[in-house]
């Protein structure tokens, strides 16, 4: 069964720091991994996804690597913004016959002024 | 487009209750998706379905029905509330199964 593993669980940075997002997977056998952002009481927005071919996928501050064959992805941030502050969840969609995203508990990030 | 759009925001419910959480999309997507959320813990995948007719149970289909009638709407059918299903319930969709999938911006259920 897969499971998804976001270390830190929260995480507080100075506005401007560039920051490290950390997500691990067990089973390597998956079809992409995608980056989510969750701000309170609200739904999720898609950040960037990477399919399992990929190495990394980059969207204006964002960047995110993938490593399939250690089951890790990185979210990088670069130059904070108090407007950054949220949960960052990662989910993985793995292998055949599965529809099922599997989902982190998510890192919860303030961005300190 | 207004995307993956969910009613109601927000609801209670008594014990033995039943209600129907609608979700609709208007990006022509085929797949569609009803997740639970529960403090502290990873979303967790109710039911999905592929197209208008098929569905398919997730990982915690106990105590949940679904339909799909047209591409556009997956409603979710709670039975008889249970405490357990007290959670934030999310709709999402793709185009195809491993594309990008776009939220609904939840509903919030208490089942007292």
């Known amino acids: 069964k897969q499971e998804v593993t976001q270390i830190p669980a929260a995480l507080s940075v100075p506005e401007g720091e560039n920051l490290v997002l950390n997500c691990s997977f067990t089973?390597?056998?998956?079809?992409?991994l995608q980056w989510f952002r969750q701000d309170p009481g609200k739904g999720l927005t898609s950040l960037l996804l990477i399919q399992s071919s990929q190495r990394e996928q980059t969207s204006g501050r964002l960047n995110a690597s993938l490593d399939k064959s250690s089951g890790r992805s990185t979210l990088y941030i670069a130059a904070s913004q108090p407007g950054d502050s949220a949960t960052y969840l990662c989910a993985v969609s793995s292998g055949a016959g599965s529809y099922q995203l599997t989902f982190g508990k998510g890192t919860k990030l303030s961005v300190i002024p | 487009n207004a995307g993956v759009t969910q009613t109601p925001k927000f609801r209670i419910l008594k014990i033995g209750q039943s209600m129907t959480l609608q979700c609709t999309q208007d990006m022509n997507h085929n797949y569609m998706y009803w997740y639970r959320q529960d403090p502290g813990m990873g979303l967790k995948l109710i039911y999905y379905?592929?197209?208008?007719?098929?569905?398919d149970k997730g990982e915690v289909p106990n105590g949940y029905n679904v339909s799909r009638s047209t591409t556009e709407d997956f409603p979710l059918r709670l039975e008889l509330a249970a405490p357990s299903q007290t959670s934030v319930y999310f709709c999402?969709?793709?185009?195809?199964?491993?594309?990008?999938?776009?939220f609904g911006p939840g509903t919030r259920l208490t089942v007292l």
């Open positions: 089973d390597s056998a998956i079809y992409n």
């Open positions: 999402a969709s793709s185009y195809l199964r491993d594309n990008e999938q776009f």
């Open positions: 379905s592929v197209g208008a007719g098929i569905t």
